[in-house]
């Protein structure tokens, strides 16, 4: 779940998340909603430090499939949420308590999802790296489907 390219891959997406500002995450995180998560969901399932979350819609029931930079070991995952905690997905996924994951062409049941600090004792080693005050990540179990 460590490791040098993740960590790298981290900082450098957290030092562009603080330059930007939450608005103008907020409008790149609409873009990719149509634009490019379609193509990601072809290659994120395959990707070491990517997964695509599987969740339904918590108002219309729909089934969503949404592509994360994700740290997946052997019973967690984490996700760094540079697009705040209001995500369309996170939001999703809390309200279910629950959702699919796809990494590295494994599937897995993702339960006891909660947003916590970055900082929070336990994480990953990679996410040192991401220093920024307030920033949060999706914490959860995983076992696999």
């Given at each position: 779940?460590?490791g040098?390219?993740?960590?790298w891959?981290?900082a450098v997406?957290e030092?562009?998340?603080s330059?930007?500002?939450?608005?103008?995450?907020?409008a790149i995180?609409r873009?990719?909603?149509?634009v490019?998560?379609?193509?990601?969901r072809?290659?994120?399932?395959?990707?070491?430090?990517?997964?695509?979350?599987?969740?339904?819609?918590r108002?219309?029931?729909?089934?969503?499939r949404?592509?994360?930079?994700a740290?997946?070991?052997?019973d967690?995952?984490v996700?760094v949420?540079?697009?705040?905690?209001g995500?369309d997905?996170?939001?999703n996924v809390q309200?279910a308590?629950?959702a699919?994951?796809l990494?590295r062409?494994?599937?897995?049941?993702?339960?006891?999802?909660?947003v916590?600090?970055?900082?929070t004792?336990?994480?990953?080693a990679?996410?040192?790296a991401?220093?920024?005050?307030?920033?949060?990540?999706?914490?959860a179990s995983l076992?696999?489907?």
């Amino acid at each position: 779940m460590t490791g040098n390219s993740a960590s790298w891959i981290a900082a450098v997406m957290e030092w562009i998340s603080s330059l930007l500002g939450s608005n103008v995450m907020r409008a790149i995180a609409r873009l990719n909603k149509w634009v490019t998560n379609p193509i990601q969901r072809l290659w994120a399932p395959h990707l070491p430090n990517m997964a695509v979350v599987e969740h339904r819609g918590r108002k219309s029931g729909n089934g969503y499939r949404t592509p994360v930079m994700a740290f997946v070991g052997d019973d967690e995952l984490v996700v760094v949420l540079n697009y705040g905690t209001g995500s369309d997905w996170v939001r999703n996924v809390q309200a279910a308590s629950s959702a699919g994951i796809l990494h590295r062409g494994k599937r897995y049941r993702l339960t006891d999802p909660r947003v916590v600090p970055i900082d929070t004792p336990g994480l990953p080693a990679a996410l040192r790296a991401v220093r920024t005050p307030g920033r949060c990540v999706l914490h959860a179990s995983l076992a696999l489907a």
